[in-house]
């Protein structure tokens, strides 16, 4: 590791920043999801959930998407209902279970689940009583380890103490608040309305009751934004020291999110401005003494994300980055998307497909993706760039049984100029990325994407910086 330069202040050079700035896959998964498919459906799932049964021991990852909203902030590349009646809840969770019992019946003997993670939406738009109806629809099919890390995503402005506590109770022990930014005239354009004190007050509380790996959400480059407004944002944050903040930065794609049209580009900041943004946030968070996880997340240096970073043992999943090993991951609700035994599949978008297709007493995949051979080594390695900031090639060759010299000599070829430009350190086959490298580490991460050579879709994509 490139010992003590983590905290020391770096700043992309113009040349550089001109160079690497370009749209690029965020590499939530490898391969990327442009590449999915159509022709992988409910049979291939039900095959891969056949294939995760032999593995009876592990257990597996769990997700539930719940979609609801009382209100969708314009920003939002989510995907979201936006109602104000919670009967609509009730029918979409009785529709859940109904999918539950089906990939349940493919998966009989694992059964234990070590994360679980309700995502959304905003799943305290339940309230009390269906968050106690999903929590016993899922425990009443799978059994949730004493240990496991079991999360959900809270907006402080509609979540209660009393859905915290019941939560907390039921073994709830993770919690992440979405904040994006304090600045009041940044929150009226992006139809976001929160005030600090309504986020202290539940951060505290739930700190008060035992909540752990407390993450804060953050979003730069929202229109309005200035460096001197979002810096008063980062001094409340940094104020209250959550044990993460996740620093996204906002991906303006009105071709894919209609709603986002609504905006004046004009006061959307430019790719310069955000970097500023970015680079000024990242230096307040290592000041303070967090420590960089992957591209755009920091944690406490005792906060187990930081140990295992440095330890060179982090992992990331549809879930987030984690310190669990890469595990089968289970995901109902629309647009969930499981990784089962080497299979990508996401579940259909519409509710009214959703609930049909389950009528039909049929798993609800829309699309995905089979990994080859070598999808499976290139996601190991560049899950091990974007998560680690290294990656031996030689050591990842010999786990699955390649040749190195072969598969990367292209890429190390690339790596090279990367150098050049401090971005990276290579000694033989091992590449160590540097603090400046870190912040282009989705460039280096391309590196060894053979799909984007093949047939680059950058429309797709946000913009690397």
Not at 35 to 54: F, I
Not at 102 to 112: C, D, E, F, N, S
Request: charged fraction near 25%; charge should be neutral; aromatic fraction near 10%.
């Amino acid at each position: 590791m490139l010992e003590g330069m983590e905290s020391i202040a770096v700043h992309l050079p113009s040349e550089l920043f001109e160079r690497y700035a370009r749209p690029g896959p965020r590499y939530t998964s490898y391969p990327p999801a442009t590449q999915w498919t159509h022709e992988v459906g409910p049979e291939e799932l039900t095959r891969r959930l056949a294939l995760a049964d032999t593995r009876a021991d592990e257990p597996v990852s769990f997700y539930v998407h719940l979609p609801f909203c009382r209100r969708l902030c314009t920003y939002c590349g989510c995907n979201v209902v936006v109602t104000n009646r919670h009967e609509r809840v009730d029918r979409y969770l009785g529709y859940v279970a109904r999918e539950m019992d089906l990939v349940g019946a493919h998966l009989r003997r694992r059964r234990k689940v070590a994360q679980l993670h309700l995502g959304g939406g905003t799943p305290t738009f339940l309230d009390e009583r269906q968050l106690l109806q999903l929590w016993r629809e899922v425990t009443a099919r799978f059994e949730i380890l004493p240990e496991a890390e079991v999360a959900l995503e809270a907006d402080p402005v509609v979540t209660t103490t009393e859905q915290l506590a019941l939560l907390r109770g039921l073994g709830f022990n993770r919690l992440s608040m979405g904040i994006q930014d304090f600045t009041a005239e940044v929150q009226e354009y992006v139809g976001r309305i929160q005030s600090v004190e309504q986020t202290r007050r539940l951060y505290e509380y739930a700190r008060k009751i035992g909540y752990q790996g407390m993450n804060f959400d953050l979003i730069y480059g929202l229109p309005k934004q200035r460096l001197e407004t979002f810096d008063r944002t980062l001094d409340e944050v940094l104020g209250m020291r959550p044990d993460r903040v996740a620093l996204f930065n906002y991906a303006h794609v009105p071709w894919m999110r209609p709603h986002q049209k609504k905006f004046d580009e004009a006061l959307i900041p430019r790719p310069p401005e955000k970097l500023e943004l970015f680079q000024h946030a990242r230096q307040r968070f290592l000041a303070a003494g967090y420590v960089v996880i992957g591209m755009d997340h920091f944690a406490l240096p005792e906060d187990e994300l930081s140990r295992a970073r440095v330890a060179r043992r982090l992992h990331r999943n549809f879930q987030g980055y984690t310190v669990l090993p890469s595990s089968d991951l289970l995901a109902f609700g629309v647009t969930g998307i499981s990784d089962v035994a080497g299979c990508y599949a996401q579940n259909l978008k519409p509710l009214a497909e959703y609930y049909r297709r389950l009528d039909e007493g049929r798993l609800v995949t829309e699309r995905g993706w089979v990994m080859t051979d070598e999808d499976r080594v290139r996601r190991e390695l560049i899950e091990r760039v974007m998560c680690n900031f290294y990656v031996d090639l030689d050591e990842l060759a010999r786990a699955h049984g390649i040749d190195a010299g072969q598969a990367f000599d292209r890429e190390l070829e690339e790596l090279d100029a990367m150098q050049e430009g401090g971005l990276l350190v290579r000694r033989g086959r091992t590449v160590e990325v540097t603090p400046l490298g870190q912040m282009l580490v989705r460039n280096i991460a391309m590196v060894f994407d053979p799909y984007l050579r093949q047939a680059p879709r950058t429309q797709a994509f946000s913009s690397t910086i």
